[in-house]
């Protein structure tokens, strides 16, 4: 895997390529993603902290929508970094189906076919659900209460069919990690309540 050195290397990079508050956003899954790891002990927390820098990485080719996943995916392949390939492809689907994307499907069928095979057949583990779990909590700001970016998401995407599914995946996720950390995890990240207060139209 990448150290922390590099993976900032290739943020900054792509940043260059495309900038925009994606780079603040995954700064904060990744620095989020390290707090909660570091309570976990089976976790190490310069990984998930990796990880969360890198998820969106995809997003260094354009201002694209599912397509920033394939785009993630097939760098990180290339760089022989398959577990950060992973997280490119699992960070979107805390329900394993490729309907459940939020936002433009602006990728081939082929790809959604390939991703779909994907899904399928990996087991999501700990590092997968913490990443995925980061992407629902982490504003470019910081931490917020899921629910406060469950409202920014809505508001900017509208609400699909499979939306409530969706939020009690992610609720589910949220307490797997608070019974591995023995509290709750909102205790574990600095500035949430401030973070969660903030209007956002």
Known sequence: MLTIMEAEKELKIAVQMNPGPWEQHSRSVANNARLIAQHVAEMDAEKAFVM?????????????????????YNYMMAMGQEEL?????????PIKDVSTFIGKYDCTQEQLDFL???????????????????????LPGGACIMEKRFVDVALRHGLPPFTVAKWKAFMSIKKHFDDLCGCNIYELLPNILENS????I
């Open 197 to 200: 207060t903030v209007n956002l």
């Open 52 to 72: 969360g820098l890198l998820h969106d990485i995809g997003r260094r080719a354009g201002v694209t929508g599912i397509m920033h996943i394939f785009d993630g």
């Open 116 to 138: 779909a095979e994907y899904l399928k057949k990996t087991e999501l583990n700990d590092y997968d659900i913490l990443i995925q779990l980061c992407d629902a909590i982490s």
């Open 85 to 93: 390939a992973r997280i490119c492809l699992t960070h979107s689907f």
